[in-house]
């Protein structure tokens, strides 16, 4: 076990670097205009924090012990699908959602 200093140390050192990180952006340059192609890939960085949120929890989700789960597959593909055709991103969730819902239920009863 780690002494709690040293516990307390690592926590702010944490804390002064995840400040340093964010000063450094919003901070120094938070007043000054930025470039057109600076802004242009900002607007995507949103974008790619959910699937990265999302995927291992597909791939390998802790319910299954990292095992491949079909339900998790057909929610993931059905998001995927209702995302593409709607541009919907509550609709996507919604359908994702519901199927997992479903499919894990219909696999409890099935006995899986």
Do not use: C, K, Q
């Not at 929610?75 to 819902?101: E, H």
Request: charged share 10%; no cysteine.
């Amino acid at each position: 076990m780690s002494s709690p200093t040293t516990i307390w140390i690592v926590i702010l050192a944490l804390a002064l670097g995840s400040f340093a990180l964010r000063f450094s952006f919003l901070g120094l340059i938070g007043g000054r205009p930025m470039p057109d192609w600076l802004l242009r890939h900002l607007r995507y960085a949103a974008v790619a924090v959910l699937p990265g949120l999302v995927a291992p929890l597909i791939l390998w989700p802790a319910a299954n012990n990292g095992e491949l789960d079909p339900a998790r597959l057909f929610a993931a593909g059905l998001t995927l699908a209702v995302g593409l055709v709607t541009r919907n991103v509550l609709a996507a969730m919604a359908a994702g959602a519901f199927a997992l819902y479903a499919t894990l239920g219909g696999m409890a009863l099935a006995g899986f």
